[in-house]
């Protein structure tokens, strides 16, 4: 049984190895130097640029979930925002991250990550959720495309 509750500041050092693992993947075809860049680097990003709290983020409307198994040990999370729909200015619910720790994986904990989403746009009385996913990350997207999601844009990268 997995258990999703708010974050608290305990749970720092959880969320930043988890967000680092996954910000790595992202990077996996990166020189070695630049993996490294990442990794020193991005706590104090997280810090800075999403105004970090003992609450965790809270620009952009965030709220941050924490998924625990049933010992309470840290199993996964669920980051969401809001972001305005540049023309329209609508807002719609934004996955600004969300994974499962390897070891979690395939019990249908992200589905349950994907609900939670859901019922949070839902209360808010946002119409939309969107989010970003890296082209190659097949099990992402699978999960994505099961849950309603469509692809609506690319984001186009040519290295020099
Ligand atoms: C993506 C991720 C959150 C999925 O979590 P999960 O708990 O393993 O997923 P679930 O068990 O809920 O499975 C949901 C769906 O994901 C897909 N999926 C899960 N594992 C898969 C695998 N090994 N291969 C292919 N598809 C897979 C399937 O569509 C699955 O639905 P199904 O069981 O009906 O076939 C998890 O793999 C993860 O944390 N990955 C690293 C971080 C990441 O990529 N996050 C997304 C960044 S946007």
């Known amino acids: 049984m997995a258990t999703l509750r708010r974050y608290r500041e305990s749970d720092w050092e959880s969320f930043v190895a988890?967000?680092?693992?996954?910000?790595?993947?992202?990077?996996?075809?990166?020189?070695?130097?630049?993996?490294?860049?990442?990794?020193e680097?991005?706590?104090?990003?997280?810090?800075?640029?999403?105004?970090?709290?003992?609450?965790?983020?809270?620009?952009?409307k965030a709220v941050l979930y924490v998924l625990e198994d049933d010992e309470g040990l840290y199993a996964g999370h669920l980051?969401?925002?809001?972001?305005?729909?540049?023309?329209?200015?609508?807002?719609?619910?934004?996955?600004?991250?969300?994974?499962?720790?390897?070891?979690?994986?395939?019990?249908?904990?992200?589905?349950?990550?994907?609900?939670k989403a859901e019922e949070v746009a839902r209360e808010?009385?946002?119409?939309?959720?969107?989010l970003g996913v890296d082209a190659d990350n097949v099990v992402a997207r699978k999960l994505y495309e099961e849950m309603g999601f469509e692809t609506v844009r690319l984001r186009m990268i040519r290295n020099l």
């Open 79 to 115: 980051w969401l925002t809001e972001q305005e729909d540049l023309r329209t200015g609508i807002p719609r619910l934004w996955v600004n991250t969300m994974a499962i720790a390897k070891q979690y994986r395939s019990r249908g904990w992200g589905r349950l990550l994907v609900e």
């Open 124 to 130: 808010r009385g946002l119409r939309s959720i969107g």
């Open 18 to 39: 988890l967000d680092i693992e996954t910000g790595l993947a992202t990077l996996r075809f990166a020189p070695d130097e630049d993996r490294q860049r990442f990794r």
């Open 41 to 60: 680097r991005w706590p104090a990003v997280l810090k800075s640029r999403y105004v970090w709290t003992d609450e965790g983020p809270t620009a952009n």
